[in-house]
């Protein structure tokens, strides 16, 4: 089994917060992602933290765990904070595969993105 | 003409502002992107500003004026400033025609672009 994880920054406004879990909500009723399931975590300000997401994902029997940073810019947060965050479960998981992808602001999709939206 | 301005946020660390330059870099190299120009802006911490930019395109004779926030969510920067912003250089042009778009977060694109990222 596959999961994606998609991390998002979190906000002490809940509705921002919201925004993210609709959206992932959406992620998950794609046709085709790839994964067996989607799933969210936030790095501060709102819940599950990354590490209990993750754990998440592992207790339920995915082998293997694609973390998705959903941040814009390579800021701490992405070259730091989460691959701690990430990196203190993959200790205690050996055996699973945990991978981060490059974060959502370096996807090579998104010029495209952008273009097409005017 | 048609522009398409797109805001980033801004970053005191430049290495951030330089990786959305170099984004706006890539829209503006998509093959059809609807638009005769990409222009950039920031809301702060970096240059252009929203006015200059904005004033830029209308300068070099834009007709319209399409505005992306580069935002995930709908905080106080894409609900008032960025309006804020772009409404003082349309008062000053009211034949233009100046519309914001939605912040990319809310795109209709964006649950594809995340479920094909694994």
Request: proline share 15%; hydrophobic share 25%.
């Given at each position: 089994m596959k999961e994606l994880l998609i991390i998002a920054h979190g906000s002490r406004r809940a509705s921002s917060n919201e925004e993210v879990v609709q959206l992932v909500s959406k992620v998950a009723q794609?046709?085709?992602?790839?994964?067996?399931n989607v799933a969210l975590a936030f790095l501060?300000?709102?819940?599950?933290?990354i590490e209990t997401a993750l754990e998440g994902c592992l207790q339920r029997g995915a082998e293997e765990v694609v973390v998705l940073p959903y941040f814009l810019s390579a800021g701490n947060h992405v070259v730091k904070d989460i691959p701690h965050e990430v990196s203190k479960v993959q200790d205690k998981w050996p055996d699973k595969t945990i991978t981060i992808l490059p974060h959502l602001g370096a996807s090579g999709a998104m010029p495209a993105l952008l273009a097409q939206s005017s």
């Open positions: 794609e046709e085709n992602p790839g994964v067996d501060e300000f709102a819940e599950p933290t």
